[in-house]
């Protein structure tokens, strides 16, 4: 098993995937490790859509028209539940960290399991919304395709640690 700074290192957004299928076992395994993820007052204000089939990933694909972003054989609409979300003394809502936990829990155990995925969120949200008839409490954040990589992990680049711990 790699440790977690490997793994941290390994992670990166992929922007081809081959055409082969994910397998179940793989997929049920990132499901359980979103599943795992921490969450403000253990709220989980969030639902998962898994989307894999050709009618679903033509729809999904109007929302983010992006030649790399068709590649992919299986995505996720990860949403926030903004009915179920904690919402701190001060009013500050706390759904958007909470998907943003559970969706990178998600990108690194697909990682592990040698898989690519990718943070998309400048998608088009309201014609998501309105595609998969999400009910009005429920904010599609964040797509995430998934899939074997096509492509070559770049060298990551990051500010020094002096610039960001004080």
């Given at each position: 098993m790699k440790d977690f700074l490997?793994?941290?290192?390994?992670?990166?957004?992929?922007?081809a995937y081959q055409p082969r299928t994910v397998e179940k076992e793989k997929l049920d395994y990132l499901i359980e490790c979103v599943r795992m993820a921490p969450s403000a007052v253990n709220k989980q204000p969030w639902r998962f859509h898994i989307i894999c089939?050709?009618?679903?990933?033509?729809?999904?694909?109007?929302?983010?028209?992006?030649?790399?972003?068709?590649t992919a054989p299986l995505y996720i609409i990860a949403s926030v539940l903004h009915d179920e979300?904690?919402?701190?003394?001060?009013?500050?809502?706390?759904?958007?960290?909470?998907?943003?936990?559970?969706?990178?829990?998600?990108?690194?155990?697909?990682?592990?399991?040698?898989l690519g995925t990718?943070?998309?969120c400048n998608f088009d949200a309201d014609l998501c919304k309105e595609l998969f008839a999400l009910p009005e409490n429920e904010e599609p954040s964040v797509l995430i395709p998934i899939g074997y990589p096509a492509d070559e992990r770049k060298e990551k680049k990051?500010?020094?640690?002096?610039?960001i711990f004080f």
């Open positions: 490997e793994l941290v290192k390994n992670r990166y957004s992929c922007r089939n050709d009618e679903e990933k033509s729809k999904l694909r109007q929302c983010y028209n992006r030649e790399w972003f068709a979300e904690w919402v701190r003394a001060d009013g500050k809502h706390h759904g958007d960290i909470d998907i943003a936990i559970a969706v990178e829990h998600l990108c690194l155990a697909a990682t592990e399991q040698e990718c943070w998309v990051r500010k020094e640690m002096d610039n």
